[in-house]
Antibody, heavy 120, light 108 residues
């Protein structure tokens, strides 16, 4: 089955760190560009970060640049998001998503999301 | 930074046509995509490259994009189409993916 499954969310204190993972299955992960999108409680979708299929190119939203790092392990078919200096406004459901095709920048496969709560 | 603007809500009667707009500076020069998201579920791509439908998306979903406005049109709207709809584009100038604020479609 073609799917993405996020993990690693949880409760973290302000200023803390967390690493999210996204496990891919059912498709050639190494051929696809990937992205992270988050959705705060009751809010809309917010793009966070993108990584090329080989991992050599990455982009970040201004709201997380310098605090979050996207990476991938194609051998493990996994995508990661390392988050540092977390703030209350980072509280959200975090989705990983697959780019439709190389350079498309629209996303045809989404995981179910993992909830990150930043609170003391 | 590039912004996409959507109306917060749109209402339509069952069987009628719903139109949801998305506005952005020279949006017509970019590709627009659309997603729907039912409560508690993940987003689903319903339109890409302005007017193309992924496999499995009904023909009653269509899109257009010209000037500063992209439009998602749903013909013969059904109650199961009730969801939040988001437009999205890629801003190559900033290398940012941009989502609109979302439109809640109510079918009643």
């Amino acid at each position: 089955e073609v799917q993405l499954e996020e993990s690693g969310g949880g409760l973290v204190q302000p200023g803390g760190s967390l690493r999210l993972s996204c496990a891919a299955s059912g498709f050639p992960f190494s051929s696809y560009e990937m992205t992270w999108v988050r959705q705060g409680p009751g809010k809309g979708l917010e793009w966070i970060s993108y990584i090329s299929s080989g991992g050599d190119a990455t982009y970040y939203a201004d709201s997380v640049k310098g605090r979050f790092t996207i990476s991938r392990d194609n051998a493990e078919k996994s995508l990661y998001l390392q988050m540092h200096s977390l703030r209350a406004e980072d509280t959200a459901v975090y989705y990983c998503a697959r780019d439709f095709h190389a350079g498309a920048m629209y996303f045809d496969l989404w995981g179910r999301g993992t909830l990150v709560t930043v609170s003391s | 930074s590039y912004e996409l603007t959507q109306p917060p809500s749109v209402s339509v009667s069952p069987g009628q046509t719903a139109s949801i707009t998305c506005s952005g500076d020279k949006l017509g020069s970019k590709f627009a995509s659309w997603y729907h998201q039912r409560p508690g579920q993940s987003p689903v791509l319903v339109i890409y490259q302005d007017n193309r439908r992924p496999s499995g998306i009904p023909e009653r979903f269509s899109g257009s994009n010209s000037g500063n406005t992209a439009t998602l049109t749903i013909r013969g709207t059904q109650t199961l189409d009730e969801a939040d709809y988001y437009c999205q584009a890629w801003d190559s100038d900033t290398a940012h993916v941009v989502f609109g604020g979302g439109t809640k479609l109510t079918v009643l």
